[in-house]
């Protein structure tokens, strides 16, 4: 069975701040892909990145950035210099990578509420 | 470009009452996956569509059904409501079933059951 843990629930910090966000994931596949959706107050989910299992290089987009350990089985989001509009519901997912029978269906974690004060 | 678009934004059921969700792909989109959503917790997979054909199932009851017309757009149907169907209902497309593909999603339904 796939799980994804969000152990931080909320994190408020002061704009300009950097803040990471923790994932932690657990499967028996050995192929698989994380990800992480940002959901403002609108509801929709935006999709931030997409990592597969066999590249554990870290990615940097702008102010954000990522580290994936498959060692721990983390994938962590870092927020440099945060703004106000950072303020959102963060998700990570894990979904298994495709294979005879296979969907795509996600697996999230229960999320973290970031609130970047002014 | 359309975006993914669900009908209605807000929808208020008592419970034993029968629901209908409803979600518009974006264009060549022939994917669609639905998820629910409780309060301050994540999405949660139901079912997802492929072509017509129910293409796996997350552990929700039989009361919650769905289909996909030939224009790839779905409905999501719920039976016998209860009080814990209480969500956000928030669909997604994308181009094809692989998890390559990237899932977009659409503003989701708030379902408040009383």
């Known amino acids: 069975a796939q799980k994804v843990t969000q152990a931080q629930t909320e994190i408020s910090v002061v704009e300009k701040e950097d803040v990471t966000l923790d994932c932690v994931y657990e499967t028996r596949d050995t192929t698989y892909y994380l990800f992480w959706y940002k959901q403002p107050p609108s509801g929709e989910l935006v999709f931030l990145i997409r990592?597969?299992?066999?590249?554990?290089q870290n990615e940097i987009s702008g102010r954000y950035s990522w580290n994936f350990q498959k060692s721990t089985s983390s994938f962590n989001f870092t927020i440099t210099a945060s703004q106000v509009v950072d303020s959102a519901v963060y998700f990570c997912?894990?979904?298994?990578?495709?294979?005879?029978?296979?969907?795509?269906?996600?697996?999230f974690g229960k999320g973290i509420t970031l609130s970047v004060r002014p | 470009e359309t975006g993914v678009t669900q009908s209605p934004t807000h929808l208020i059921k008592t419970r034993g009452q029968q629901v209908t969700l409803r979600c518009s792909s974006q264009s060549g989109h022939n994917t669609v996956s639905w998820y629910q959503q409780a309060l301050g917790q994540g999405p949660q997979f139901i079912f997802q569509y492929y072509r017509e054909e129910e293409n796996g199932r997350g552990n929700f009851p039989p009361r919650f059904s769905g289909l996909q017309f030939p224009n790839y757009s779905s409905e999501l149907n719920v039976n016998a409501l209860e009080l814990d169907d209480s969500a956000l209902y928030l669909c997604?497309?994308?181009?094809?079933?692989?998890?390559?593909?990237?899932?977009?999603f659409g503003p989701g339904t708030r379902l408040t059951v009383l």
């Open positions: 990592r597969n299992s066999f590249d554990e």
């Open positions: 997604a497309s994308s181009l094809g079933f692989s998890s390559y593909n990237e899932q977009f």
């Open positions: 997912a894990l979904s298994e990578m495709e294979k005879a029978g296979a969907n795509s269906k996600l697996t």
